[in-house]
């Protein structure tokens, strides 16, 4: 009876060891598995975008790229964009930008503005055109006959974050400019009438909003 004892338990155990190997093998193979990550900018990649261009007028440092460091938005391709700094003297993860991959579904041509860059001890702002041409949206209304869909996004960059916080830069009836007017930095947005205005200026490390009515409107 013991000996039966004996090699029920010998078998038991044999068992639970095998099981272990079985459980072990699968799971080895999970935590060896490649993780996938945020693409992240070689040095060389950054050095062309460097040369690319080195021999601007406007000093650029943002550009839009797709996950594999190629340039983008201009292509047509649906696919997550990234806003990268090629001033970076090392390899860097670009900051995802969320909301252009839905904009380039809708056929949207994206595409930054370099002249509208301005650094602060905080981070950046920049500013980024959204534009489509009227084949490309069934159901738009154009301000005029024959033109497209114009807006800019004001997007706010802090290492490797780029959130939107303006939607409403361009548009029907709108422009904008930055303002580099003495001690004042930001933009402006202007409506078509040219009688009113909102100026969004840097006081105390963030944009304060300021709306602003010509003298001949508050005359009326």
Known sequence: MKKMLSNILHYVTQSIARNKSCLAAPLMAILAAPVLAQPAISVNQLKEFRAMYGRSPIAVKYVLVHSDGSECCEDGAAT???LLDITSKKAIKPAPLKEAFNLLKQDFVL??????LISTAQGDYVVMTVTRIPENKTQYKPCMTGMGDERAYLIAVKGRTAKVINRDFWGCGKSYEVIREGTDLGYRVKEQDGATSTRYLL???ALVEEKMVSREMSRQ
């Open 80 to 82: 997550p964009a990234y």
């Open 203 to 205: 006081r105390g490390g």
């Open 111 to 116: 595409a930054i503005d370099d002249e509208s």
